[in-house]
């Protein structure tokens, strides 16, 4: 099971060209997985994470592996999309599938390059796709409704709560997209996000920026800032267009040279990852010795034997402990042996929750 991010967004304004370069990380990264094929429209990145460099350099470890995470170029969504136009109805499909939602405004000039509404404005932009969404929402949670009202209407009355759930949805929906999440509870955003509604899963704004604008920022980019405040919704700053050409320089210093001559420090696509990464909900934990260092994602709150579980579905059915150390306190120490010798490495049974950053070896019984 891979976590999914989504891209959306109008045409025109840099979908692609963000996920072009996601890719390119991926290419370059690809002879650390042999078995990462590349799909057309999915891109498999791993997860820049400090802390995997510094336990691996600790521990000697011969091989360093990032966690992945899915990204999904999903085609233009048009004005209309909910009623099925512009191949609407597949492109929500794909949506309903992701487990996050990266969408990319457009805050870039170019008259090369045209805008389907013939004029820049996040605000519109992003009022355009999001009630798409909604009228394709409310339009399921209608039919939803319907079925669970006939459930109950034959005697099934154990579909009494979901039904009064789904009602609240259809509320909030229709109040003009101004729920608060926080209104649920994390069972109640499991179901709905399960029953294949859109407007309730975690999304986060990308304002593609042009070339000049991105230590400077534009009007655009101040709108959508404000924007983003007012709805709590985070915002990562980019330059598709840059980050696709640094991404397919393979030469370091080549790639150095050309960030400095436009005067940018750091390539912004790990800040997209890393928030995209925030978004899932999801925590890391490690494996670490001589062979390999490795990181891992899993769930929040999730037990020990659902980590285990995630490197081999032996570990989880013969789980019999979890030897765990926080990545803090292994760094302090100075490394494996030390922890070992002090007698800092924790017995964790089967009702341990891992916590991000955990240092984990599994005992298991095969
Ligand atoms: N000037 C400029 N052009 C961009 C930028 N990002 C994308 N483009 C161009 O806009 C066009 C559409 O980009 P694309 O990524 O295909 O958009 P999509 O339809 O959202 O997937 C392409 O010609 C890109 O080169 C940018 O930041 N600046
Ligand atoms: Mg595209």
Redesign the pocket.
């Known amino acids: 099971m891979g976590f999914k991010c989504g891209i959306i ?1 109008l ?8 996920f072009n370069a996601l890719v390119g990380l991926q290419k370059a990264a690809s002879e650390n997985y042999p078995f990462c094929t590349i799909e057309p429209n999915i891109g498999k990145v791993p997860i820049p994470d400090d802390r995997l460099v510094k336990l691996s350099k600790i521990n000697k470890s011969k091989v360093t592996i990032n966690a992945q995470m899915e990204f999904v170029d999903i085609a ?1 969504l048009v004005k209309g999309a909910s009623k099925g136009e512009g191949l609407g109805n597949k492109f929500l499909s794909n949506i309903r599938e992701v487990d996050a939602i990266a969408h ?1 405004v457009r805050c ?1 000039e ?1 008259k090369n ?1 045209s805008h389907v509404h013939s004029a820049i404005d996040p605000e519109y932009d992003i009022e355009i796709i999001e009630s798409e969404l909604l009228l394709a929402d409310i339009e399921r949670t209608e039919k939803i409704l319907e079925k669970l009202n006939k459930l109950i209407k034959v005697g099934k009355y154990e579909y009494k709560e979901e039904r009064d759930l789904f009602l609240k949805v259809l509320n909030d929906l229709k109040s003009d997209n101004t729920y608060d999440q926080m209104d649920y509870t994390s069972k109640d955003l499991y179901t709905i996000n399960k029953s294949g509604i859109l407007s309730f899963k975690p999304v986060m704004y990308v304002a ?4 000049g604008s991105l230590n400077s920022k534009n009007i655009y980019n101040k709108k959508l800032i404000e924007l983003s405040k007012i709805k709590k919704i985070p915002l990562v700053n980019i ?3 840059i980050e696709e050409e640094l991404s397919s320089i393979k030469d370091l210093q080549e790639k150095k040279e050309l960030m400095k001559s436009m005067d940018i420090s750091r390539s912004s696509l790990d800040k997209f990852i890393s928030s995209g990464f925030k978004l899932l909900n999801l925590v890391t934990f490690f494996t670490s010795g001589e062979k390999e260092t490795k990181a891992w994602t899993i769930q929040k709150e999730s037990y020990a034997p659902d980590a285990a579980g995630k490197i081999h579905t032996d570990f989880k059915k013969g789980f019999i402990a979890a030897d765990v150390i926080s990545y803090d306190k292994l760094l302090n120490l100075g490394g494996e042996k030390e922890a070992k010798l002090s007698g800092s490495i924790r017995t964790e049974g089967k009702d341990y929750v891992v916590q991000d950053g955990d240092v984990i070896l599994f005992k298991f019984n095969v």
């Open positions: 967004g045409p025109n304004v840099g979908k692609s060209s963000l233009g990319v870039f170019d390059v593609n920026l042009d070339e330059s598709a267009k």
